[in-house]
């Protein structure tokens, strides 16, 4: 992904507009203002160490977690919040979720497959139940996704007999299957072996290279300068630096992620 795309796209609408993002967890607050913007084709790396609020980030996105305050937009659509008790916010509107839903894909850490479901079923279960998708054509679409992910051979295997590598390939088939607008990961090579982790980060390069947009939380420094045009480093609930990996990782005005980058650019 060619750094500045970013730049170039100024005059669209942003795919994913995260705007002022508030979120607390009781009296711990996680975010505290963060915004994000994204276009089509951007690949957002969002790093930072454990608890700088990378995840709740990502969740919010597609409100999995919702924020106390701020604007989330998907394509020129705002998601509506309303007041909920103890200063919280609630979805307004359950059918816009869903609708907002079917334009993201995301990826766990933990694969979240259906045990009692082959790798096929995985993956026609969205397409099929949620969206209303023909069978057959939601069957001939997973077989070119689990093609893409190198797991055709694997499609009538539940996940149980498959590897994490596999599990975790398998479900970003899933994810793709609902032909997203933006792809999700939440550090989707953490779970796994280490011997593992280069067959996933090799699915999602292939991804980037087709142009997809993506957000990626990922403690993967070497994957994020390289495939990223966009990097985000989050320290205790804000965006200490953000820019392009070549400035994020080569020169980066925070001390802070300059400590963080450097030991793990061997």
């Excluded at 919280?88 to 497959?113: E, H, P, Y």
């Excluded at 995985?122 to 992910?149: D, M, Q, S, T």
């Excluded at 980037?208 to 609930?237: P, S």
């Amino acid at each position: 992904m060619p750094e500045g795309s970013t730049q170039a796209a100024e005059d669209q609408t942003p795919v994913v507009q995260l705007d002022n993002i508030h979120k607390s967890f009781g009296r711990l607050e996680v975010l505290k203002g963060v915004s994000l913007t994204a276009h089509e084709g951007d690949v957002t790396a969002l790093i930072g160490a454990s608890g700088s609020g990378k995840s709740t980030l990502l969740r919010c996105t597609n409100l999995l977690e919702i924020p106390n305050s701020g604007r989330i937009l998907i394509g020129n659509e705002e998601i509506r919040l309303k007041p909920a008790s103890g200063g919280t916010m609630a979805v307004a509107d359950q059918k816009q979720l869903q609708r907002i839903r079917s334009r993201l894909g995301m990826v766990f850490q933990s694969f979240n497959l259906w045990a009692h479901r082959t790798v096929l079923e995985n993956v026609i279960e969205a397409p099929v139940h949620v969206l209303g998708e023909n069978k057959a054509e939601a069957i001939e679409h997973a077989g070119e996704l689990l093609n893409k992910v190198g797991l055709y051979a694997k499609k009538d295997t539940y996940p149980a007999f498959l590897s994490g590598g596999q599990q975790q390939r398998a479900a970003i088939a899933r994810a793709l299957a609902i032909r997203p607008k933006v792809m999700l990961f939440d550090e989707p090579t953490s779970a796994l072996d280490p011997e593992l982790v280069g067959e996933v980060l090799r699915v999602i390069r292939d991804l980037a290279a087709e142009g997809r947009t993506m957000i990626v939380v990922t403690h993967e420094m070497a994957f994020a300068r390289d495939v990223a045009n966009h990097v985000m480093y989050l320290y205790n609930g804000n965006v200490e630096e953000e820019g392009a990996p070549s400035k994020v990782f080569g020169n980066p005005n925070s001390e802070r992620c300059r400590q963080f980058v450097t030991p793990r650019q061997h």
